[in-house]
């Protein structure tokens, strides 16, 4: 063998043999454990539910994980969307649908509704079900896509769930949303905004965690003015804003978040602004 063909092979071993470093140094910083393949909303939920499970009972332990006040937290829902227009007969996709707040509130009013519901842990999705009438249907995801065709659904809501995910995921979603939706079909989800007093003290308790340098659960923000910018971006008109303490709908009363009612519009997404 030629010194230079030696040469080329020590130096391909040597460039083979680095990249797997670099490789192994990208995954321990991307997951300090090094074993975390799963995105970090799965992570963090799974984390909670079998925490909850090992404290509580599981009614309340379901109830918990989602933010408790089970039946009036899913009454509340259900008027908010009847509020903006949901009929018997329309298809409603229940995105990050949790243990099913919204599924049983709607099938103690036997709603008839093409109801599909969406969530990354499975012992969440078993309780909704239990809970929702048999038609239901139910799917879990780790995707940063929607399972669903084209064009699938009449309304599409996500309650507290863009509060726990990186701006850049719920934008994903929200493009992703859109396909799903008819033309002129609604997107509801509420929020968390810094001009809504109500909310500083669950920024506090994020702040006092990062003080001790304990990992918060990720409580994201997102202000309108930004919520405006993704609509023109990716084609949505807005519908509504409605603060976490306002409650047009009436009975049970506000939501807790404040929510975005947005509307597929005819306009075509920005080009560009999405799938870079
Ligand atoms: C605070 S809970 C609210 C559940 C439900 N929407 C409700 O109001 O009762 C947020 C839920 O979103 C789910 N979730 C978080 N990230 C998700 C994702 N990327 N895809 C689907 N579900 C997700 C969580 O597992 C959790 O059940």
Redo the contacts with the bound molecule.
């Keep these: 063998m030629s010194s230079a063909v030696a040469y080329d092979r020590r130096l391909k071993a040597l460039l083979s043999r680095s990249r797997n470093i670099a490789r192994w140094i990208r995954d321990q910083l991307a997951s300090p454990t090094g074993k975390e393949t799963e995105?970090h909303?799965?992570r963090?939920?799974?984390h909670?539910?079998t925490k909850a499970l090992a404290l509580y009972p599981t009614d309340k332990a379901m109830s918990l994980?989602?933010?408790g006040n089970?039946d009036r937290?899913?009454d509340a829902?259900r008027a908010l969307l009847r509020w903006i227009g949901l009929r018997d007969g329309m298809r409603l996709l229940?995105?990050?649908?949790?243990?099913?707040?919204?599924a049983s509130a709607l099938a103690r009013e036997a709603m008839r509704i093409d109801y599909y519901g969406?969530?990354?842990?499975q012992r969440?999705l078993d309780f909704a079900k239990s809970k929702a009438s048999g038609h239901f249907r139910f799917a879990?995801?780790?995707?940063?896509t929607i399972p669903a065709p084209d064009a699938s659904a009449d309304m599409v809501?996500?309650?507290?769930?863009f509060?726990?995910?990186r701006q850049s995921?719920t934008y994903l979603?929200l493009e992703d949303i859109r396909r799903v939706l008819r033309p002129g079909g609604k997107l509801v989800f509420?929020f968390l905004e810094f001009a809504q007093p109500l909310y500083w003290k669950i920024f506090e308790e994020t702040l006092s965690k990062e003080r001790r340098n304990m990992l918060p659960h990720l409580n994201e923000f997102i202000e309108r003015n930004a919520i405006q910018v993704w609509c023109e971006k990716l084609g949505y008109e807005i519908q509504t804003f409605i603060s976490g303490d306002a409650a047009p709908w009436g009975d049970p009363g506000p939501l807790g978040q404040s929510v975005a009612v947005l509307s597929r519009s005819s306009r075509n997404p920005v080009s560009g602004s999405g799938n870079i």
């Design positions: 995105p909303f799965v963090e939920y799974q909670l539910v994980v989602v933010g089970f937290a899913g829902q229940d995105f990050g649908c949790g243990s099913g707040r919204l969406i969530e990354v842990d969440l879990t995801s780790h995707a940063l809501c996500a309650f507290s769930v509060t726990h995910l995921e979603y509420s």
